[in-house]
């Protein structure tokens, strides 16, 4: 069975929330655009995957994608469809360095289209469940109703958060505060600066949170200082109690083995869409185990495509503290018309359907 093309439809809704008049370092843009690639067969499988995009942080939009797609597809049309290694051994000699949401889209569909080959989820070709649901965790979609937010989302079963921070401290601290009062120990807020910091800020507002008579064990510190300064992660660690998360500073195996060697954290979130994908970070898994770095199976920006393909790699893994597929839910429109992802209780399951065990699709919204 070989592939004999792959389509690619940017797809745009708007978000929910009101992000122009919010309060945080990292801003979104209105209007998220992701750009789903379809690869069909002579077999007439065909298999879907969203690169997702983060124009902001990793500069890639729906003009590179499709950019990438126009430089590999001489390469990989006539390929075995079922040979992910082959096809995407390929795409790492084409591009070994770039275009890894593009990357990471490809490889979710071969992954659909083998599940469907063989009658299997993506989850049993990625080794089979080690879990049947895990806690995942939700960002509340403004910092200025954060409160009001948080109250529903535990209603609902939520126990892991997002914080974003805005730079405006005793704002932050504030937010933090309400939230440690309003929390137990059974619930875990992550603080994401998002770079915002350098290392003697992020010190001072650490020792600031650590002071908090609400303060317990539940505090997650991510990504305080600049992507580039591993040397600063590794300050901060040394100098706080609060758990320290690498995120945004982690793109390839080369940076998390730089991470593990300077034992600049103690958890590392893990994304398919900034990472080149579900076999990428597979292999960041194995690494992360072998350092006994703690890690996340997490998202950024997804739609319910991508969100499928992070719960279905989520659930394969051994022991991640959580896994995060609920960006699409902070989305107006939903692109999955049938199957997906569903969130239960806080959690995240997937079904048993074939590949990624999603239906119909949306291909042609335009919410804009
Ligand atoms: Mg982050």
């Given at each position: 069975m070989r592939i004999t093309d792959i389509t690619a439809h940017t797809v745009r809704t708007k978000y929910k929330g009101p992000w122009q008049h919010d309060r945080r370092f990292y801003v979104k843009n209105d209007v998220q655009a992701n750009t789903i690639i379809v690869i069909h067969t002579e077999g007439k499988i065909t298999g879907i995957g969203e690169a997702t995009h983060s124009?902001?942080?990793?500069?890639?939009?729906?003009?590179?994608?499709?950019?990438?797609?126009?430089?590999?597809?001489?390469?990989?049309?006539?390929?075995?469809?079922?040979?992910?290694?082959?096809?995407?051994?390929?795409?790492?000699?084409?591009?070994?360095?770039?275009?890894?949401?593009?990357?990471?889209?490809?490889?979710?569909?071969?992954?659909?289209?083998?599940?469907?080959?063989?009658?299997?989820?993506?989850?049993?070709?990625?080794?089979?469940?080690?879990?049947?649901?895990?806690?995942?965790?939700?960002?509340?979609?403004?910092?200025?109703?954060?409160?009001?937010?948080?109250?529903?989302f535990l209603k609902e079963g939520y126990r892991v958060f997002k914080i974003k921070m805005s730079g405006d401290t005793p704002y932050d601290l504030n937010m933090i505060s309400s939230a440690l009062k309003t929390v137990d120990e059974t619930?875990?807020?992550?603080?994401?600066?998002?770079?915002?910091?350098?290392?003697?800020?992020?010190?001072?507002?650490?020792?600031?949170?650590?002071?908090?008579?609400?303060?317990?064990?539940?505090?997650?510190?991510?990504?305080?200082?600049?992507?580039?300064?591993?040397?600063?992660?590794?300050?901060?660690?040394?100098?706080?109690?609060?758990?320290?998360?690498?995120?945004?500073?982690?793109?390839?195996?080369?940076?998390?083995?730089?991470?593990?060697?300077?034992?600049?954290?103690?958890?590392?979130?893990?994304?398919?869409?900034?990472?080149?994908?579900?076999?990428?970070?597979?292999?960041?898994?194995?690494?992360?185990?072998?350092?006994?770095?703690?890690?996340?199976?997490?998202?950024?920006?997804?739609?319910?495509?991508?969100?499928?393909?992070?719960?279905?790699?989520?659930?394969?893994?051994?022991?991640?503290?959580?896994?995060?597929?609920?960006?699409?839910?902070?989305?107006?429109?939903?692109?999955?018309?049938?199957?997906?992802?569903?969130?239960?209780?806080?959690?995240?399951?997937?079904?048993?359907?074939?590949?990624?065990?999603?239906?119909?699709?949306?291909?042609?919204?335009?919410?804009?």
């Amino acid at each position: 069975m070989r592939i004999t093309d792959i389509t690619a439809h940017t797809v745009r809704t708007k978000y929910k929330g009101p992000w122009q008049h919010d309060r945080r370092f990292y801003v979104k843009n209105d209007v998220q655009a992701n750009t789903i690639i379809v690869i069909h067969t002579e077999g007439k499988i065909t298999g879907i995957g969203e690169a997702t995009h983060s124009p902001g942080l990793y500069g890639e939009t729906p003009g590179s994608t499709v950019g990438a797609l126009e430089l590999v597809r001489p390469y990989i049309i006539g390929q075995p469809a079922l040979n992910r290694n082959a096809v995407l051994n390929i795409v790492d000699r084409v591009m070994p360095l770039g275009n890894l949401a593009f990357i990471s889209a490809l490889d979710q569909a071969l992954l659909d289209i083998a599940g469907k080959a063989y009658g299997l989820p993506v989850v049993d070709l990625l080794g089979g469940r080690a879990h049947e649901s895990l806690p995942t965790h939700i960002n509340p979609p403004t910092n200025e109703h954060f409160m009001s937010c948080l109250e529903n989302f535990l209603k609902e079963g939520y126990r892991v958060f997002k914080i974003k921070m805005s730079g405006d401290t005793p704002y932050d601290l504030n937010m933090i505060s309400s939230a440690l009062k309003t929390v137990d120990e059974t619930v875990t807020l992550s603080l994401d600066a998002n770079q915002g910091w350098n290392v003697p800020q992020t010190l001072a507002i650490a020792a600031r949170i650590e002071a908090d008579p609400y303060y317990r064990d539940n505090v997650i510190l991510e990504q305080p200082v600049h992507a580039s300064d591993f040397e600063g992660m590794a300050q901060v660690r040394r100098g706080t109690k609060l758990k320290l998360m690498a995120d945004d500073c982690i793109r390839t195996v080369a940076d998390l083995a730089r991470l593990i060697k300077l034992e600049a954290a103690d958890i590392v979130s893990i994304k398919i869409s900034r990472c080149g994908g579900i076999r990428k970070c597979q292999q960041m898994v194995a690494m992360a185990e072998a350092a006994n770095m703690l890690y996340i199976i997490d998202e950024i920006n997804e739609m319910r495509v991508a969100n499928t393909a992070v719960a279905h790699l989520a659930l394969s893994t051994r022991s991640p503290l959580y896994t995060g597929t609920t960006c699409h839910r902070l989305l107006q429109d939903d692109i999955v018309l049938e199957g997906g992802v569903q969130i239960e209780n806080g959690q995240a399951i997937v079904s048993n359907e074939p590949g990624l065990g999603i239906g119909r699709v949306d291909l042609n919204l335009q919410n804009i």
